[in-house]
Nanobody, 116 residues
Framework: QVQLVESGGGSVQPGGSLKLSCAAS????????MGWYRQAPGQQREFVAT???????HYADAVKGRFSISRDNARTLVYLQMNNLKPEDTAVYYC??????????WGKGTLVTVSL
């Protein structure tokens, strides 16, 4: 089992920045990759960014050039630095982990609101 806990959400004006953190615990040795998804009100959950066990990184087109995913050396923390935030970035952001056996793990989410 893997437990994921997000933090760092909040309210910011357009053009502002936030940094989300995801603390992972449990059976991390089986984790293939970790990342972030988001779900806006009335919308389906969508992919934001991912980082693999070999540090390969991928971003959704909507956030390329503005968001940056990283993690600590112990691989227990994953970050999402979000710059130049737009109102359409408003969503609940979820930390995600996938094991090498195909199991999906999710955090409970942290709300990001971008508005004037």
């Amino acid at each position: 089992q893997v437990q994921l806990v997000e933090s760092g959400g909040g309210s910011v004006q357009p053009g502002g920045s936030l940094k989300l953190s995801c603390a992972a615990s449990g059976s991390l040795i089986d984790i293939g990759f970790m990342g972030w998804y988001r779900q806006a009100p009335g919308q389906q959950r969508e992919f934001v960014a991912t980082i693999t066990s070999t540090d390969s990184i991928h971003y959704a087109d909507a956030v390329k050039g503005r968001f940056s995913i990283s993690r600590d050396n112990a691989r227990t923390l994953v970050y999402l630095q979000m710059n130049n935030l737009k109102p359409e970035d408003t969503a609940v952001y979820y930390c995600h982990a996938k094991s090498i056996r195909g199991m999906d793990y999710w955090g409970k989410g942290t709300l990001v609101t971008v508005s004037l």
